[in-house]
C-alpha cells in the first residue's frame, strides 16, 4: 500500500469517472477513500465538496480527487476552505504544474470532458509530483486573504 491517504468525491456527473478512477487506485496500490455520491441519481456538488475540504483540512487524507460534470462547481466549493488548495486539471501538464508551483491539495477533474485514460494520466501525474519551493512557496503564502 501506498502512503498517501486520498480521499475521492464526486457529484452524479462525475460518478461513472469516479468509479472507473477508484478502481484504478486500488489497483496501483493507493490508499483511497470514496466520501460519496454512491450514484447517478442527482445530486449538489456543495453537498461532497465541503466533507472532501473539512477531512483535508483536518489531515485526515493528503490529497483529495473532486469530480462534476465540469469539475468548477466542486473547484469553487473546496477553494473556499483555508488550507485547500484545489485545481482544475484538464490535461497531465496542467496537472504537473498544479503540484509543482502551486502545491494542488485536490485534483478538481471535468468529469463530462476528458477521457478514462486522460483521468488516469492527470491523477498519476498529481500524486507523482513533487511541490517545487522556492519563489512557489512565496507567492502561495500570498494567496489568503488575512495578509491583504
Ligand atoms: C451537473 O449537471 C453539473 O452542473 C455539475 O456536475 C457541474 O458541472 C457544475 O459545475
Request: charged share 25%; aromatic share 8%.
Amino acid at each position: 500500500m501506498k502512503t498517501k491517504k486520498i480521499a475521492i468525491v464526486s457529484d452524479h456527473a462525475g460518478y461513472y469517472l469516479k468509479v472507473k478512477l477508484l478502481k484504478y487506485l486500488i489497483k496501483e496500490q493507493y490508499d483511497v477513500k470514496d466520501l460519496g455520491c454512491s450514484s447517478e441519481e442527482a445530486v449538489d456538488y456543495p453537498d461532497f465538496g465541503h466533507p472532501l475540504a473539512n477531512a483535508i483540512s483536518a489531515g485526515d487524507f493528503e490529497v483529495g480527487i473532486s469530480i462534476c460534470g465540469t469539475g468548477n462547481g466542486i473547484n469553487m466549493v473546496v477553494n473556499k476552505h483555508p488550507g485547500i488548495r484545489s485545481a482544475l486539471c484538464w490535461n497531465e501538464e496542467i496537472s504537473r504544474l498544479a503540484r509543482a508551483h502551486n502545491d494542488a491539495n485536490i485534483c478538481a477533474l471535468p468529469g463530462r470532458f476528458i477521457s478514462e485514460s486522460e483521468a488516469y494520466l492527470i491523477v498519476k501525474t498529481f500524486l507523482n509530483t513533487s511541490f517545487d519551493g522556492g519563489r512557489h512557496q512565496r507567492r502561495i503564502d500570498k494567496i489568503s486573504l488575512k495578509i491583504y
